[in-house]
């Protein structure tokens, strides 16, 4: 019977690599290390966002 898995066997015995990422989730850190200092001087500059204004960090 050649061409049929076998009972148990899964398709990908070998699977994902261990500690293997996403490559979605890869890019975010990626736009999320580059974005971050500008986000963080808004917040410290007391940046109004939607009309919520932020907290003082003094």
């Known amino acids: ?6 009972p148990g066997t899964p398709g990908n015995p070998r699977g994902r690599p261990e500690g293997s990422r996403n490559r979605v ?21 007391g940046a109004t966002i939607e009309g919520f204004s932020t907290a003082s960090l003094s």
């Not at 019977?1 to 076998?6: A, L, N, P, R, V």
């Not at 989730?25 to 500059?45: C, G, I, M």
């Open 1 to 6: 019977m050649s061409g049929k898995f076998t």
């Open 25 to 45: 989730t890869v890019e975010l850190d990626q736009s999320a290390e580059t974005t971050a200092p500008y986000v963080l001087k808004a917040l410290a500059a």
